[in-house]
């Protein structure tokens, strides 16, 4: 059974940081896509970082470049986001998602089958 275990979270003042981590059992997950993605009250769920798993290569939204960064510990099995020069409009659940790597666009939420049970940042203004 694949199991996405999200921690980390917290309240942050802006301009902190706080790093996300993301432990993934199951399955091998060579062959998959590792996502964050963020979900703030009243809005939809937004991509915010993905990394190949074998790969390693990433994506981050627009919105996210030079302030945040995905990176994998292979020993640990474990995805993590750092994040750095938060703003108040980062506030919101995150999530760590998996998917094929060949199951769409990485942007896109459809294209991950797996999903942890989210993780609450906030920041303060």
């Known amino acids: 059974q694949v199991q996405l275990v999200e921690s980390g979270g917290g309240l942050v003042q802006t301009g902190g940081s706080l790093r996300l981590s993301c432990a993934a059992s199951?399955?091998?997950?060579?062959?998959?896509?590792m996502g964050w993605f963020r979900q703030a009250p009243g809005k939809e769920r937004e991509f915010v970082a993905c990394?190949?798993?074998?790969?390693?290569?990433?994506n981050y939204a627009e919105s996210v470049k030079g302030r945040f960064t995905i990176s994998m510990d292979y020993a640990k099995n474990t995805v993590a986001l750092q994040m750095n020069s938060l703003k108040p409009e980062d506030t919101a659940v995150y999530f760590c998602?998996?998917?094929?790597?060949?199951?769409?666009?990485?942007?896109?939420?459809?294209?991950?089958?797996?999903w942890g049970q989210g993780t609450q940042v906030t920041v303060s203004s």
């Open positions: 998602a998996a998917g094929h790597y060949l199951s769409g666009s990485a942007y896109y939420t459809s294209s991950y089958n797996y």
């Open positions: 199951g399955r091998t997950f060579s062959s998959y896509r």
């Open positions: 990394i190949r798993w074998s790969a390693g290569t990433t």
